[in-house]
């Protein structure tokens, strides 16, 4: 974790030109949550706070706008593209490696508990499962089991999406008004994204503890 925090200061602090940002800056930001949307495994809080951050330090005014659009829109076309993918699974007998690794990412009890919330507040469950860490894959897959038409699904996303790159570009936001540098800031902004995503695993944790520790005492009086 601190190999990789030194590893981004240093890429950081050797930033090219406002202009070649720009260029290659969007581009990036765009395909690389796309993709984090598509695929599961990366980090895009991290990166949507780490270009806000850069945008802090830019003296264009439009770049903290440009910033949460083109991540906002990127999130919502890689959410759309694995539900597609998905409603294909469900529609088919034997189902696809894209549902099945939906399926793989997702507890059967916190599918449950997606289902049951998805029941009486749909368009709510669909913005908290994108704030909350690990929350958008059980919601999801809640939503395909429900079979929700995909027209649906979107107009629920789209309000999600806005909400979740604003959180992120806020706590990018936070980082680089705190330092002078923008490494510092994107050191800071990557931090405070890897501690907002580890807090629902811990609380977890926590509480399956204390259900095994009361049902361990209510055996033993």
Sequence with gaps: MIDSLAGIAGAVRELPPEST??????????????LGALVPVVPTG????????????QSSPLSLLFVFLVAAFAAFLGDIALYWLGQRGVRSRNGSR?????????TPERTAQAQERLDTHQV???VLSRLVPAGRIPVMLACLLAKMPLRRFARGDVVACLAWAATYQLIGILGGSLFPEPWQGVVAAVGLTVLFSALPSLWRRVRGSRRVAGSSGSQHP
């Design 124 to 126: 709510s469950v669909l």
């Design 46 to 57: 991290a990166i949507v706070s780490s270009a806000a951050v850069v945008a802090f330090h």
């Design 98 to 106: 894209w549902l099945a690794a939906l399926r793989s990412r997702a």
């Design 21 to 34: 940002q720009q260029a290659v800056g969007y581009p990036s930001l765009f395909l690389l949550v796309a």
